[in-house]
């Protein structure tokens, strides 16, 4: 079974940077399509960005030019780093990929949240 665990949320200002981290279990970083999902209060869970086992990569339109997604093979760990955060970025950041066997995983989410 596959793990994920988010860290690096935070309160910060608007125009601030934060980097999300999140590891995962098993050797499958390299091998699968890993993304990164938020969850605004009283909203539904939108993906954010997308890493592709090709190592393509896909943005949300509010967020392409600000964040980028990356990861580290040998740690088994994504990233996510943001740039010139908005208040409307506030939200719970979810890590999630799909197995071989097409069962999702998620993690359980690093709040983040950006003051104007």
């Known amino acids: 079974q596959v793990q994920l665990v988010e860290s690096g949320g935070g309160l910060v200002q608007a125009g601030e940077s934060l980097t999300l981290s999140c590891v995962v279990s098993g050797n499958i970083v390299s091998r699968t399509t890993m993304d990164w999902y938020r969850q605004a209060p009283g909203k539904q869970r939108d993906l954010v960005a997308q890493?592709?086992?090709?190592?393509?990569?896909n943005y949300a339109p509010s967020v392409k030019g600000r964040f980028t997604i990356s990861r580290d093979n040998v740690k088994n760990t994504i990233y996510l780093q943001m740039e010139s955060l908005k208040p409307e970025d506030t939200g719970v950041y979810y890590c999630?990929?799909?197995?071989?066997?097409?069962?999702?995983?998620w993690g359980r989410g690093t709040q983040v949240t950006v003051s104007s």
């Open positions: 999630h990929t799909i197995d071989s066997g097409a069962s999702g995983y």
């Open positions: 890493i592709q086992r090709s190592g393509t990569t």
